[in-house]
């Protein structure tokens, strides 16, 4: 069975602070991971995703996020915080076989303080 | 290229009465998966399906709930006799999948239907 947890519903950072959502999965076999950002009534949208290769993935809005199989982590950083980035944001995995059901994180609120 | 579309974006139904969704994939999307969002809480998976075929229906509540996704058309999540407990946002999300691609392919979310019931 798969689980993914996302420490702390709530994270609260200043304008040009460094962001750091963490997540962490369980999984038992080597998993696809990805982060989606949803800003207020809207859908969700791919921020980066993890499936093979590289380990230190770069995505959109100048976040990037690392797979560490040893920690089982998949956390999301952001060197400088912008106010635009204030959203909830969801880690997901996914089975590499079988049914392609994202599974996902219970969220984190991204506040940005000026 | 249009995104994944859904409507109607805020349903309003009392209990007792069907509720349908609707869910337009990408153009050259084959395969769409409805989730949903109780309040302050992440998504659940609920349906995968292809044209014509359900794929993966473990998690969709075993009373009430049906989806379909037609040869021709979008996919629908009907909802029968709705109860409050099914207020929700309810997601569509679509995925190409090309042949031997599986999972690796990104799932694009459509905007959601916010469902109220009084």
């Known amino acids: 069975a798969q689980s993914v947890t996302q420490l702390g519903s709530h994270v609260s950072v200043s304008e040009g602070a460094l962001v750091l959502l963490r997540c962490n999965y369980s999984s038992s076999v080597p998993p696809y991971l990805f982060w989606y950002v949803q800003y207020p009534n809207q859908g969700l949208q791919l921020l980066l995703k993890y499936t093979t290769g590289a380990t230190l993935v770069k995505g959109i809005n100048g976040f990037e996020a690392e797979f560490k199989k040893s920690e089982t982590s998949f956390h999301l950083t952001k060197p400088s915080a912008h106010m635009s980035d204030a959203a909830e944001y969801f880690c997901?995995?996914?089975?590499?076989?079988?049914?392609?059901?994202?599974?996902f994180g219970q969220g984190t609120r991204l506040t940005i303080n000026p | 290229n249009a995104g994944v579309m859904q409507n109607p974006r805020h349903l309003v139904r009392r209990r007792g009465q069907e509720a349908r969704l609707r869910c337009s994939p990408m153009k050259g999307h084959s395969h769409v998966y409805w989730y949903r969002q109780l309040p302050e809480e992440g998504l659940k998976f609920m349906v995968y399906l292809q044209k014509e075929n359900i794929i993966d229906e473990s998690g969709m509540p075993k009373e009430r709930f049906s989806a379909e996704f037609p040869k021709e058309g979008p996919s629908i999540l009907r909802i029968q006799q709705v109860v409050r407990g099914d207020s929700a946002a309810y997601f569509c999300?679509?995925?190409?999948?090309?042949?031997?691609?599986?999972?690796?392919?990104?799932?694009?979310f459509g905007p959601g239907t916010r469902l109220t019931v009084l």
């Open positions: 997901a995995v996914i089975r590499f076989q079988g049914a392609q059901k994202l599974v």
């Open positions: 999300a679509s995925s190409p999948q090309r042949p031997g691609r599986v999972a690796t392919d990104t799932q694009y």
